[in-house]
């Protein structure tokens, strides 16, 4: 059985007079939760910035020389 694709359910209860907490507290999960879908993802920023190494790295010109002893 994979475990991966199993979706976790938290059951969570507040007192009755917590709701102003629990309100506040269900916007800013649900306000982190929406921000999380408009970050770029982290593998597509390492791909491009590998990229560029990749372009740059290719620019520069190495020239080795071995020198004579004497």
Excluded: H, W
Excluded at 6 to 31: N, P
């Amino acid at each position: 059985m994979d475990l991966t694709l199993i979706r976790l359910t938290y059951i969570v209860f507040f007192k009755g007079k917590d709701t102003d907490v629990s309100d506040t507290a269900f916007r800013e999960f649900v306000g982190n939760e929406m921000e999380k879908g408009k970050r770029p993802s982290l593998r597509q920023a390492l791909k491009k910035m590998n990229e560029t190494a990749n372009l740059i790295n290719k620019d520069k010109v190495r020239n080795k020389q071995q020198e004579k002893s004497l």
